[in-house]
């Protein structure tokens, strides 16, 4: 059992190192840079190797994409456990999220950009990715509830507009002085009561 178990441990690692590799030259250089020749290099296996972990480079754009919805989730988690009030928190998600976008936006195009055979909206969404999306939704279900609408739908809505703000910002698109005020006008309109 003790060689199992150190195979399955090693196996990881290797699964870990190629998922680093992947990440830090898709961070310096871009996807297109990342190459199975590349990371076989990098990493110091052969490609067969490689290819013994993941299908093709898709499936390792995906596997960092997967553990990018968990450091997302974390962030949000984060951020929006740091305030009791409804404006607050989702302010400080929109930000955490913004935040997240431009820090690593290889691991974003990877998540949001980039195709990716990963389910987004089913039962069989990865649970990183129903953790990120469980945080918009843990903000916006008492504003949902009280205005009437579906918290999944809003949730959706609201992730929406924060994907384009930050697919807009990072290809320089948007007005970089005018930030702060496009996402408090998105947050002050989705606290807003109804009557307001």
Not at 74 to 82: D, N, P
Not at 93 to 111: G, I, K, N
Not at 116 to 133: H, M, Q, Y
């Amino acid at each position: 059992m003790a060689v199992q178990q150190r195979r399955e441990r090693e196996r990881a690692e290797r699964h870990r190192l190629i998922v680093e590799a992947a990440r830090e030259l898709a961070e310096a250089e871009g996807w297109g840079a990342v190459t199975t020749r590349r990371l076989s290099e990098r990493v110091e296996y052969s490609q067969p190797v490689l290819y013994s972990h993941f299908a093709s480079k898709d499936a390792i754009v995906a596997a960092v994409a997967l553990e990018g919805f968990g450091e997302l989730a974390a962030a949000l988690r984060g951020a929006r456990a740091a305030h009791v009030d409804a404006h607050a928190a989702l302010r400080a998600l929109a930000d955490a999220y913004l935040d997240f976008a431009r820090a690593r936006p290889a691991v974003y195009a990877a998540m949001f950009v980039r195709e990716i055979d990963v389910p987004f909206g089913t039962e069989a969404s990865p649970a990183p990715l129903k953790a990120a999306f469980g945080e918009f939704l843990g903000a916006l279900e008492p504003l949902a509830a009280a205005r009437g609408d579906d918290p999944e739908t809003l949730a959706e809505v609201v992730w929406s507009a924060l994907h384009g703000l930050a697919t807009l910002s990072a290809g320089h698109r948007l007005r970089p002085d005018q930030h702060d005020a496009r996402v408090e006008l998105l947050i002050s309109r989705i606290t807003a009561s109804p009557a307001d």
